[in-house]
């Protein structure tokens, strides 16, 4: 376990987090190095009959220091913007592991991204098709593509994060798919070399993902028998976390359901976890700065609101909140929230917690969609990261100043 409770205080690996929050201040996100390798290994050594790539999906965390942990693991990425293309760079991640998702890639991001040489374009409409085979022309570099089709399976999640069903934006609708994959095989400016899907995240059952996989291998198949070989399989992420009584499969039981589905067709598999990667991997720390009582509700205000951690306000989500240090007080139940202006602004609701102001709080799994979904609303500075292994810990990332905040602005001419 990661994060433990010794001597009645919240441990992240060997050190005491109220150590951390002391030194770096709060609000602040601590990753442990041991439980991003132990969650990233368990995607990477899951046996399968045919060859694997994990490409971690580099929006979950984008954090330098958590792209090179992982790309010194063996990753490679999926990406969703030219921004996302140079972290990983910057972090010593290879182009040639890299595949780049996402409805709206600019012309730009798509040469940049062809320069670097990227294993994969993940394309999703016919429009991104023939603006990918103009741009691959004008720079005389075929470029590899897959299709991202829309399998049209409901991932039983929250509405937000549900992709592939057919009212989304997201991927090429099959009924469509296998004439654009003639267009593109004979392109000369296009090498066919996936298909892609990825149906939301958070998914917690793996009948969504082997209904999507049927529908890819079905497709797979009549492509080949065209005579359209395909080299790789890609099926996205999604695997969820248990944040509070969710039972998700193990990337090890998903990776052999795939794997024993595919069976001998002679194809590299393709996975895109980043949820199941960092999610467990990250607590919050923020401190209580008041307690407030009124007629309907007591309110923990702490210093860390919807700007730090924003999976709450945006889905109602819920995240384990527990208090750093043991404390012989008498609980109550709290909304525990933020200093924004905002209704919205909470990191919990109606939990029972004995408190006092100037505690340290831990919201747990909070290492996906925390920090790189943070904003700088009511011009708050961004909160610092802290990656911790064994007995010591790196500040991955200062806290942001006023000068950080103001960066690029400048008043009126005279
Ligand atoms: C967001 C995203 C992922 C990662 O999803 P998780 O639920 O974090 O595993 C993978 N692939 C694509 C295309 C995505 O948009």
């Known amino acids: 376990m990661a994060f433990a409770r010794r001597d009645g ?9 109220s150590a951390i929050a002391r030194e770096v201040g709060t609000p602040c996100y601590v990753y442990s190095r041991a439980a991003l390798t132990a ?10 009959a045919q060859p694997k790539l994990i490409c971690y999906a580099v929006k979950a965390n984008s954090n330098l220091a958590v792209l090179d942990l992982l790309a010194r693991l063996g990753a490679g990425f999926d990406i969703v913007s030219g921004g996302e293309l140079q972290r990983v760079l910057a972090a010593g991640g290879a182009a040639s592991r890299v595949v780049f998702s996402g409805v709206g890639k600019t012309p730009q991001e798509m040469a940049e991204a062809l320069a670097a040489g990227i ?11 023939e603006v990918l085979e103009e741009v691959a022309a004008e720079r005389r570099r075929p470029a590899p593509v897959a299709l991202r089709v829309n399998p049209d399976v409901d991932p039983a999640t929250h509405p937000y994060i549900a992709t ?11 009924e469509g798919a296998f004439d654009l994959y003639r267009r593109a095989a004979a392109s000369p400016h296009l090498r066919v070399v996936g298909l892609a899907c990825h149906i939301g995240s958070q998914i917690t059952d793996l009948a969504p993902f082997l209904a999507a996989l049927d529908r890819l291998l079905d497709l797979h198949d009549r492509l080949v028998a065209a005579g359209i070989p395909l080299r790789h399989l890609d099926l996205g992420g999604g695997l969820g976390v248990r944040y509070r009584d969710e039972t998700p499969p193990e990337p090890g039981d998903y990776v052999r359901a795939v794997s024993q589905r595919v069976g001998a067709r002679p194809v590299e598999l393709l996975f895109e976890p980043g949820r199941s990667v960092v999610a467990g991997a990250g607590v919050f720390l923020t401190r209580v700065l008041y307690l407030k009582r009124t007629a309907e509700r007591n309110f923990a205000i702490v210093d860390g609101a919807m700007n730090d951690l924003l999976r709450p306000a945006l889905y109602d989500a819920w995240m384990a909140v ?15 929230v933020g200093p924004v202006c905002e209704s919205g602004d909470f990191l919990a609701r109606d939990r029972l917690l004995a408190l006092a102001p100037g505690d340290l709080l831990a919201v747990r799994d909070a290492g996906a969609y925390g920090f790189s979904m943070s904003s700088n609303y009511n011009s708050r500075g961004r909160a610092a990261e802290v990656l911790v292994d064994g007995d010591r810990y790196h500040l991955v990332r200062r806290r942001e100043t006023f000068a950080d905040l103001v960066r690029g602005e400048t008043r009126l001419p005279e």
């Open 9 to 17: 205080e919240l441990h992240a690996e060997q050190v005491p987090l």
């Open 39 to 48: 969650r990233f290994r368990a995607w990477r050594d899951a046996p399968a």
């Open 119 to 129: 294993r994969c374009f993940n394309v999703e409409s016919a429009a991104e098709l």
């Open 164 to 174: 592939g069903l057919r009212a989304h934006k997201f991927g090429i609708e099959l």
């Open 322 to 336: 527990e208090a750093v240090s043991d404390a012989p007080r008498e609980a109550d139940r709290y909304d525990v």
